[in-house]
């Protein structure tokens, strides 16, 4: 019997400069969802918030206008079209729903079911079959969001209004995420299309309603630039991009399983929102359940002895 060769592996260095980006990238994001609780308390207009979420960014990512351009010309017409799911819509769907609804919620239902729906999509277009351990994940995540359908049917903390507009804000976001791997774009050129197309959208429909182009004080514009706009709508995503160049898409998106958690602490912190043990029973339910989808808690195998 010929004798078994040690071979030595050399430890894979730890990207740190990757990692602060991807962290810093998803920790924007569920501060985000507490900045948009905000803007929906003070009754500001879903639309003048998308309008500010959207414009800035489109006028700041102008550097990569010409290259997603030219991949837009040889992309299906339908993932143009579907990745406007995270445009105007999403967002107005977002902070209608925060109206009535504490941040917490909205971590749980968004970020925990659009993975669902994704992979739903991929199955009716696609004929792309789940695997065993994404079933048990979606097996989790329903489970919780039943949970809230629940705590709303019996007066829960949220309003099946909000809950509806928030499984439809997840649906749209799937529609990006499916669309977005047809395109061939950059993380930073997919959200430039989404940002252009969301805002002259926007702007066409202020011109045909005769609306006022922006209805709120000096104070809302400045916050909901700088949250929306420019930290949320253009930092957050040049972070994200950096991530996955370095990192590569798989690896860079497993982190969003921190989105709920982080979320539900800054509305904590912030907002003063604290939740019962049976929200945070749910939180964590639905985090579990996309942190097994993304193969962070991978099913057990037997070993095999040898």
Not at 119 to 148: D, K, N, W, Y
Not at 208 to 236: C, H, K, M, W, Y
Not at 267 to 277: D, F, G, I, Q, Y
Request: charged share 10%.
């Amino acid at each position: 019997m010929p004798e078994r060769m040690a071979t030595v592996t050399k430890p894979v260095e730890q990207d740190w400069v990757a990692l602060a980006c991807v962290i810093t990238a998803v920790s924007i994001w569920a501060w985000w969802m507490s900045a948009t609780r905000i803007s929906a308390q003070q009754g500001i207009a879903p639309i003048d918030v998308a309008l500010l979420r959207y414009s800035v960014p489109a006028l700041l990512l102008i550097p990569v206008w010409a290259s997603a351009l030219r991949k837009l010309k040889t992309a299906p017409l339908w993932s143009i079209i579907a990745m406007l799911g995270w445009g105007a819509p999403f967002l107005w769907l977002v902070t209608a729903s925060l109206k009535e609804a504490s941040v917490i919620y909205l971590a749980t239902i968004v970020p925990c079911t659009m993975p669902v729906f994704a992979v739903i999509a991929e199955r009716v277009f696609f004929q792309q079959h789940p695997t065993r351990t994404q079933l048990i994940g979606f097996s989790l995540i329903a489970v919780a969001a039943c949970l809230v359908i629940f705590g709303a049917l019996f007066g829960g903390g949220i309003t099946l209004t909000s809950l509806m507009l928030m499984f439809l804000a997840a649906a749209g976001w799937a529609c990006y995420v499916v669309a977005f791997r047809h395109t061939g774009l950059t993380a930073a050129e997919g959200a430039a299309w989404v940002c252009v197309a969301s805002t002259a959208i926007i702007l066409a429909i202020k011109l045909l309603t005769g609306d006022e182009l922006l209805p709120l004080t000096r104070d809302q514009i400045l916050f909901n630039a700088i949250a929306q706009g420019f930290v949320s709508g253009f930092v957050a995503v040049l972070l994200y991009t950096t991530a996955i160049s370095r990192l590569g898409a798989a690896s860079a998106a497993s982190y969003s399983v921190l989105t709920p958690a982080l979320a539900a602490f800054f509305a904590w912190v912030w907002l003063h929102e604290t939740p019962s043990a049976f929200d945070l029973f749910v939180l964590l339910l639905a985090t579990l359940g996309v942190a097994v989808i993304n193969g962070l808690c991978p099913p057990r195998r037997s070993r095999i002895k040898t």
